[in-house]
């Protein structure tokens, strides 16, 4: 099991650093590796299309009394599939980050269309 069966060379594959609970580096690809870039690179362009759907609701929203900006799913949804189709995933990332409020913990399309989005 010690071979490595990916690579060329009859040499053995390096010995895995094991961390702990305890780590801060338990759970979290190597320093420097291919892995880590790529997870960079993923936080990026998913941190870009957060802000993306941001723009969208304040394009196509409507301000409210109390100066945020709403939108309702179903009007949210028919905008943003044709830029994407990870609609729901986005918004829950954006809540996450404090960016959006809507009520309940997943949305669907067709029962959920009437949700109010509000921007914060």
Known sequence: ???NPFSNEDRLASKPVHTHRGDPTYGRPPEGSQTEQ??????????????ELCLIIRSTGEVGE???VSVTFGQLFETY???SNKVVGILLRAR???LVHFEGEMLWQGKDDDVIITLL
Do not use: L
């Open 81 to 83: 599939v044709t830029i």
């Open 1 to 3: 099991q010690r071979k």
């Open 38 to 51: 790529r997870g960079k690179d993923a936080h990026s362009h998913v941190g870009k299309e957060v802000e």
């Open 66 to 68: 109390d100066g945020h």
């Open 96 to 98: 996450k980050h404090g």
